[in-house]
């Protein structure tokens, strides 16, 4: 919480940093953890990176198809999920792999996203019924959502799925945000459009819009821009403790918050 008051206030002037470290890859999007490593993903590779952008890990995967989204709200287990032949791969904090599950034999078809619970188990949305689903490592159904096509009264499309400070948040690109709890019952839609990803950081949500970071409070409604895009060419920003990651197509840069 204090280097996100430091990102706030400093956010008020225009950014200066220090050196920033370059990283050359591929990457489709990029994430972080609460001990401050980001996480780059390629269509088949998961690069972990430290605050200051040296590779420290890397998982390569050629059996599962692309990689879609990567949860490292636990970091000592990184929940992969490959929407394509709907698996899930989870990791320990060194990028081993750990164990696979695959979503089909457990009887899910249609899932578009997946992300960690605080309690170990997986959080899916089904778009095969439009429902929020809780379920255990064997596929045993724990709690479910009313289908939020009715709920919301028109199509969704969620892609991230993220479990933060004790709700469930479900990303629509073209849409916004749908919050539950977790019993699963639906809160409320938040209307917030462009989102590839969500960071929750007490009563702040980050987000990264067209390259820049941006801030929203959920209950003013304010939103504000803290990090513009160094140029146009920076596709994601991503900050994490005092440091900012930005990826462009043809890798990312790390670079410290500097006074």
């Keep these: 919480m204090k280097s996100l008051l430091f990102l706030l206030a400093f956010s008020c002037s225009l950014p200066a940093f220090s050196q920033q470290k370059s990283f050359e890859c591929r990457p489709l999007f990029a994430g972080s953890d609460r001990l401050g490593f980001f996480y780059v993903a390629e269509a088949r590779k998961l690069f972990k990176l430290d605050s200051v952008g040296n590779m420290v890990r890397l998982y390569e995967d050629f059996e599962n198809g692309n990689l879609s989204s990567v949860d490292a709200t636990n970091p000592l287990k990184v929940l992969l999920f490959f929407s394509d032949l709907q698996r899930l791969v989870m990791l320990d904090r060194n990028l081993t792999f750990i164990s696979r599950y695959d979503l089909l034999q457990l009887g899910f078809t249609n899932i578009t996203a997946v992300c960690a619970s605080a309690d170990g188990r997986f959080w899916l949305y089904d778009a095969s019924d439009f429902k929020l689903k809780k379920v255990d490592?064997?596929?045993?159904?724990?709690?479910?959502?009313?289908?939020?096509?009715?709920?919301?009264?028109?199509?969704?499309?969620?892609?991230?799925?993220t479990e933060q400070n004790g709700s469930v948040y479900a990303v629509d690109s073209t849409r916004g945000v749908f919050s539950f709890d977790l019993f699963a019952s639906y809160k409320r839609e938040t209307a917030l459009r462009g989102l590839r990803s969500l960071q929750v950081a007490g009563e702040q949500w980050l987000f990264s819009r067209e390259g820049a970071l941006l801030q929203y409070h959920p209950l003013t409604l304010e939103e504000k821009t803290l990090i513009p895009p160094t140029d146009s060419s920076v596709l994601q920003t991503v900050w994490q403790g005092g440091f900012l990651l930005q990826m462009k197509k043809d890798g990312v840069s790390v670079r410290p918050l500097k006074k």
């Design 137 to 161: 490592e064997n596929g045993q159904l724990l709690r479910e959502s009313q289908p939020l096509q009715v709920l919301t009264g028109s199509a969704v499309n969620i892609h991230f799925l």
